[in-house]
């Protein structure tokens, strides 16, 4: 299948790229590089043997993002162009219903006009709010009590193509709701190498590990959990990029949702221990302050993916740990 990826020059885009090209798929990448780099192409290139077509193209761009269509006869598209930041979207929350809602609506537009019709889109758990059960599963009413701007633009682009089906019996949408992805192929060529501060646990552990920040800052531990610390269902991304390839070779027409998690919760601090014992050195930390709008806990009930698509996950967090140093150590060479 031909398959355009957006964002496929990000973290998790660049991983189903891979994933991709070793299934067998031919595969171009849009991104306008905000949150990437170019030389991933070349990374892609160095672990599949093939350096996919590349787009410096903006979605919000209309025109332009045309003119990639027009060059191409996609079958599918991968959509993980977005910004991802919880904490800046309350501080800038046009920027991102523009960048991420508009963004969406332009691919939406380009793949009616050109008659492309089946879409793997990449959400987040974020969408189910506050649930009274810690298990997430898919039949979960969405979209409330969403903690921020972020969260609600994927319930939003989750509802907008839902519309998009229903007009057309034709269209096939796999909505893949994401836990917390973490880790990064085992050649340690491609992983998360975000813009600016990062955002998220792995990325600030890697950052203490490499003496960037002398300390990681865990962030409350009063909360109900076992250890007080939060906690969460953290997903190797190879796993998670496996999901992707799987969903859409078995695409039909229609809308499916899937959660894509281990099923398993891990707390902040048995994350730090467990990196320290995978890395051999002690990682240091202190507690401080709850982060606002942090849940206590939430972890994906996997078993519909596992039922309808046959994909679950192989890997570990202590695989993730492991090859996240890996990747520290090819960065720095
Ligand atoms: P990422 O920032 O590494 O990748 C996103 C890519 O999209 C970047 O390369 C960025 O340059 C590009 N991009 C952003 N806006 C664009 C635009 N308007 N036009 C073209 N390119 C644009 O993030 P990621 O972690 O790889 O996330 C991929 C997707 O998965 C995002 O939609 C994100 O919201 C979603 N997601 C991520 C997580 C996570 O924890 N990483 C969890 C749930 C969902
Ligand atoms: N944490 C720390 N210290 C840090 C960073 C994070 O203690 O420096 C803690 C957080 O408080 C949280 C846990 O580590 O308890 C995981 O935090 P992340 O930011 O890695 O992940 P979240 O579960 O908070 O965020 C995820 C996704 C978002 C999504 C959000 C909302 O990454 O896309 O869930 O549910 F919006």
Same mark, same amino acid.
């Given at each position: 299948?031909?398959?355009?990826?957006?964002?496929?020059?990000?973290?998790?885009?660049?991983?189903?790229?891979?994933?991709?090209?070793?299934?067998?798929?031919?595969?171009?990448?849009?991104?306008?590089?905000?949150?990437? $780099?170019?030389?991933?192409?070349?990374? +892609?290139?160095?672990?599949?043997?093939?350096? @996919?077509? =590349?787009?410096?193209?903006? &979605? #919000?761009?209309?025109?332009?993002?045309?003119?990639?269509?027009?060059?191409?006869?996609?079958?599918?598209?991968?959509?993980?162009?977005?910004?991802?930041?919880?904490?800046?979207?309350?501080?800038?929350?046009?920027?991102?219903?523009?960048?991420?809602?508009?963004?969406?609506?332009?691919?939406?537009?380009?793949?009616?006009?050109?008659?492309?019709?089946?879409?793997?889109?990449?959400?987040?758990?974020?969408?189910?709010?506050?649930?009274?059960?810690?298990?997430?599963?898919?039949?979960?009413?969405?979209?409330?009590?969403?903690?921020?701007?972020?969260?609600?633009? $994927?319930?939003?682009?989750?509802?907008? +193509?839902?519309?998009?089906?229903?007009?057309? @019996?034709? =269209?096939?949408?796999?909505? &893949? #709701?994401?836990?917390?992805?973490?880790?990064?192929?085992?050649?340690?060529?491609?992983?998360?190498?975000?813009?600016?501060?990062?955002?998220?646990?792995?990325?600030?552990?890697?950052?203490?590990?490499?003496?960037?920040?002398?300390?990681?800052?865990?962030?409350?531990?009063?909360?109900?959990?076992?250890?007080?610390?939060?906690?969460?269902?953290?997903?190797?991304?190879?796993?998670?990029?496996?999901?992707?390839?799987?969903?859409?070779?078995?695409?039909?027409?229609?809308?499916?949702?899937?959660?894509?998690?281990?099923?398993?919760?891990?707390?902040?601090?048995?994350?730090?221990?467990?990196?320290?014992?995978?890395?051999?050195?002690?990682?240091?930390?202190?507690?401080?302050?709850?982060?606002?709008?942090?849940?206590?806990?939430?972890?994906?009930?996997?078993?519909?993916?596992?039922?309808?698509?046959?994909?679950?996950?192989?890997?570990?967090?202590?695989?993730?740990?492991?090859?996240?140093?890996?990747?520290?150590?090819?960065?720095?060479?």
């Amino acid at each position: 299948m031909k398959i355009l990826i957006t964002g496929g020059t990000g973290y998790i885009g660049s991983h189903a790229a891979v994933e991709l090209i070793t299934a067998g798929h031919e595969v171009e990448i849009l991104d306008n590089l905000c949150n990437s $780099k170019r030389d991933v192409l070349g990374k +892609i290139e160095e672990i599949t043997g093939v350096e @996919p077509k =590349f787009y410096d193209v903006d &979605l #919000r761009d209309a025109e332009a993002l045309e003119r990639v269509f027009e060059e191409s006869d996609f079958e599918a598209v991968m959509h993980f162009a977005g910004l991802k930041a919880v904490g800046e979207s309350v501080e800038k929350p046009l920027e991102y219903y523009e960048n991420n809602v508009g963004g969406t609506i332009n691919l939406l537009e380009c793949m009616e006009a050109y008659a492309v019709k089946k879409l793997v889109f990449s959400s987040s758990a974020t969408v189910y709010g506050v649930q009274e059960s810690p298990e997430y599963t898919e039949e979960m009413v969405t979209g409330l009590k969403i903690s921020s701007p972020y969260g609600r633009t $994927k319930a939003m682009i989750e509802e907008i +193509i839902q519309d998009v089906a229903q007009s057309d @019996p034709e =269209f096939e949408a796999t909505i &893949l #709701r994401y836990f917390n992805p973490i880790g990064n192929h085992s050649s340690g060529l491609i992983g998360e190498d975000p813009n600016g501060t990062p955002n998220n646990l792995m990325p600030f552990i890697t950052k203490v590990a490499t003496g960037e920040i002398p300390v990681l800052a865990v962030f409350g531990n009063d909360f109900a959990t076992s250890d007080g610390t939060c906690i969460r269902d953290y997903i190797h991304v190879v796993d998670l990029a496996k999901g992707h390839v799987i969903a859409m070779e078995q695409s039909t027409p229609g809308v499916k949702i899937y959660n894509l998690g281990s099923g398993k919760g891990t707390s902040v601090m048995e994350m730090v221990k467990l990196f320290s014992r995978v890395s051999g050195k002690n990682l240091p930390y202190k507690v401080v302050e709850r982060r606002a709008g942090d849940l206590a806990e939430f972890y994906a009930n996997p078993s519909k993916a596992e039922r309808e698509l046959g994909w679950k996950v192989e890997l570990t967090v202590e695989d993730a740990m492991r090859d996240t140093l890996k990747y520290l150590q090819e960065n720095e060479q």
